[in-house]
């Protein structure tokens, strides 16, 4: 019996193994399986139940109250601000600002709404020297330093009882009745669950903050992600100002919606005009440079692709990506090699999405392609030139969703034409009716040779060119 208590889980995914192993099957991570002791099973009750009363579709069901918390940014991440009763979940690398943002949070929510402010982590003295630097000290705020579960929940109560508390963070929580350390899967879950049931009933919102942690010492947000209403991810690179929150799910609002910051020396700055922002340090034109018209959310975002394509001095060239999927540079690079006939075989090959964001929008494959051919060749992408396409593997360029929003971002920001796919008919009718006038091309293409071609015509073009100068 002793023997069956021991259970090996998962600090990543939460799996649950019967033997200690090197790499979770369920996840793939490694070195992030631990020793947990199982929970008490005891006699359950026999089951008796009452029989459940059902309800139409149809019926009165307002939509939730929202209170917003001034920062527009967080506001819209949130589908339009905090819904009461509800659980987020904000995760995010340490360090990157989660306890600076929530701090703002609450600080901008406190003018008419009672907060709760609750570290495990860092004493009330450093919560006070940052609200120094974020110049909110005089907000009415409640500050406590406690990591035990049940002393968090007795002091929800009463008339003065808050309707916003952030738990920061969820992996110092612990709950009396569980033997297992803080920080581990079992007490991540029994900790979140409880309060979450506590916060449900009484109408609290809760926002609760994980650590993400590559080494799995401690258990990772994943675990919590089904418990929670709201998943917004913080993230940025290290070395960036920029930081960025991402709703990965939202039961109360949109998904994949971004909202920008900027860290600077007093807080998180709100930053409204983020393709300004991601373009701002672009050296003009250079080869190895495009510039892809995505959307983040329901928002469009201008953002610079950058390609190396270099000669490897290795048996094995490298591939190395930042801020896209490596798997996805595999496939470009293959079809562009397959159905154009480039050859990067012996290159390294080396890209990055400027300013630290991650794209996953498939619509970014044209732009990748076209930030790669032009280092390959050494033509610069057209002037003024956005790019957005998907590629299919026999090198067709497919529509993407959302071109309007993309053109529409693009002319605001001085562009002057567009390497987009071929749009459906009607789509063109409404498009070429929308962009008379305006001076802005779309160059429309069908397959990525055409992309190509528009390389290979431009060094075509520039040898003649130097000749009726030089003559
Ligand atoms: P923090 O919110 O403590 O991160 P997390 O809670 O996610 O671990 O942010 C820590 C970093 O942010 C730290 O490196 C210092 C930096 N920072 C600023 O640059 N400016 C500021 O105004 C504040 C408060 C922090
Ligand atoms: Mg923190």
């Given at each position: 019996?002793?023997?069956?208590?021991?259970?090996?889980?998962?600090?990543?995914?939460?799996?649950?193994?019967?033997?200690?192993?090197?790499?979770?099957?369920?996840?793939?991570?490694?070195?992030?399986?631990?020793?947990?002791?199982?929970?008490?099973?005891?006699?359950?009750?026999?089951?008796?139940?009452?029989?459940?009363?059902?309800?139409?579709?149809?019926?009165?069901?307002?939509?939730?109250?929202?209170?917003?918390?001034?920062?527009?940014?967080?506001?819209?991440?949130?589908?339009?601000?905090?819904?009461?009763?509800?659980?987020?979940?904000?995760?995010?690398?340490?360090?990157?600002?989660?306890?600076?943002?929530?701090?703002?949070?609450?600080?901008?929510?406190?003018?008419?709404?009672?907060?709760?402010?609750?570290?495990?982590?860092?004493?009330?003295?450093?919560?006070?020297?940052?609200?120094?630097?974020?110049?909110?000290?005089d907000?009415?705020?409640?500050?406590?330093?406690?990591?035990?579960?049940?002393?968090?929940?007795?002091?929800?109560?009463?008339?003065?009882?808050?309707?916003?508390v952030?738990?920061?963070?969820?992996?110092?929580?612990?709950?009396d009745?569980?033997?297992?350390?803080?920080?581990?899967?079992?007490?991540?879950?029994?900790?979140?669950?409880?309060?979450?049931?506590?916060?449900?009933?009484?109408?609290?919102?809760?926002?609760?903050?994980?650590?993400?942690?590559?080494e799995?010492?401690?258990a990772?947000?994943?675990?919590?992600?089904?418990?929670?209403?709201?998943?917004?991810?913080?993230?940025?690179?290290?070395?960036?100002?920029?930081?960025?929150?991402?709703?990965?799910?939202?039961?109360?609002?949109?998904?994949?919606?971004?909202?920008?910051?900027?860290?600077?020396?007093?807080?998180?700055?709100?930053?409204?005009?983020?393709?300004?922002?991601?373009?701002?340090?672009?050296?003009?034109?250079?080869?190895?440079?495009?510039v892809?018209?995505?959307?983040?959310?329901?928002?469009?975002?201008?953002?610079?692709?950058?390609?190396?394509?270099?000669?490897?001095?290795?048996?094995?060239?490298?591939?190395?990506?930042?801020?896209?999927?490596?798997?996805?540079?595999?496939?470009?690079?293959?079809v562009?090699?397959?159905?154009?006939?480039?050859?990067?075989?012996?290159?390294?090959?080396?890209?990055?999405?400027?300013?630290?964001l991650?794209?996953?929008?498939?619509?970014?494959?044209?732009?990748?392609?076209?930030?790669?051919?032009?280092?390959?060749?050494?033509?610069?992408?057209?002037?003024?030139?956005?790019?957005?396409?998907?590629?299919?593997l026999?090198?067709?360029?497919?529509?993407?969703?959302?071109?309007?929003?993309?053109?529409?971002?693009?002319?605001?920001?001085?562009?002057?034409?567009?390497?987009?796919?071929?749009?459906?008919?009607?789509?063109?009718?409404?498009?070429?009716?929308?962009?008379?006038?305006?001076?802005?091309?779309?160059?429309?293409?069908?397959?990525?040779?055409?992309?190509?071609?528009?390389?290979?015509?431009?060094?075509?073009?520039?040898?003649?060119?130097?000749?009726?100068?030089?003559?």
């Open positions: 019996m002793a023997k069956n208590d021991a259970r090996f889980v998962c600090q990543d995914c939460g799996a649950v193994h019967r033997k200690w192993m090197g790499r979770c099957d369920a996840c793939g991570a490694w070195n992030t399986i631990i020793e947990e002791q199982a929970p008490e099973a005891g006699p359950r009750p026999a089951p008796k139940g009452r029989r459940i009363a059902f309800e139409p579709l149809k019926g009165e069901s307002a939509p939730p109250p929202r209170r917003q918390t001034g920062i527009g940014e967080f506001d819209r991440v949130c589908g339009g601000g905090l819904v009461a009763g509800s659980a987020v979940l904000v995760g995010g690398d340490p360090g990157i600002g989660k306890s600076t943002l929530l701090l703002q949070v609450v600080a901008g929510l406190s003018t008419n709404t009672r907060v709760l402010y609750i570290s495990g982590e860092e004493a009330i003295d450093q919560v006070r020297l940052r609200a120094q630097r974020l110049a909110v000290v907000r009415p705020v409640s500050l406590a330093a406690a990591t035990n579960v049940g002393d968090v929940i007795a002091s929800l109560d009463g008339r003065d009882a808050p309707e916003v952030v738990i920061d963070s969820i992996q110092t929580m612990y709950v009745a569980l033997d297992s350390a803080p920080g581990t899967v079992a007490q991540v879950r029994a900790a979140a669950s409880e309060l979450i049931r506590v916060a449900k009933r009484r109408g609290i919102t809760l926002l609760i903050v994980g650590h993400v942690t590559k799995g010492t401690l990772g947000p994943r675990v919590l992600e089904h418990m929670v209403d709201t998943v917004l991810y913080f993230e940025g690179e290290r070395g960036h100002q920029f930081r960025i929150l991402r709703s990965v799910k939202n039961r109360f609002g949109p998904t994949d919606e971004i909202g920008v910051f900027e860290m600077s020396d007093r807080g998180l700055g709100e930053v409204h005009n983020p393709s300004a922002l991601f373009l701002s340090e672009r050296r003009g034109d250079v080869s190895g440079a495009a892809f018209a995505g959307i983040e959310g329901t928002r469009p975002l201008l953002v610079e692709i950058q390609a190396l394509v270099a000669p490897t001095g290795l048996g094995t060239p490298r591939r190395a990506v930042v801020g896209w999927d490596s798997g996805r540079l595999a496939m470009i690079l293959a562009l090699e397959t159905r154009c006939g480039l050859v990067f075989g012996g290159s390294d090959v080396y890209l990055n999405v400027a300013g630290g991650r794209i996953g929008e498939p619509a970014a494959d044209l732009a990748v392609a076209a930030a790669l051919v032009s280092s390959l060749t050494g033509e610069i992408v057209p002037h003024g030139a956005v790019v957005f396409g998907e590629i299919g026999s090198g067709e360029i497919r529509a993407v969703g959302q071109t309007e929003a993309r053109l529409k971002e693009a002319q605001k920001l001085g562009f002057t034409q567009a390497l987009m796919p071929a749009v459906s008919r009607s789509g063109r009718a409404a498009s070429a009716a929308s962009a008379a006038g305006s001076g802005f091309a779309r160059r429309e293409l069908a397959e990525l040779a055409d992309l190509v071609a528009i390389f290979a015509a431009a060094a075509q073009r520039r040898p003649r060119q130097s000749e009726t100068v030089r003559s």
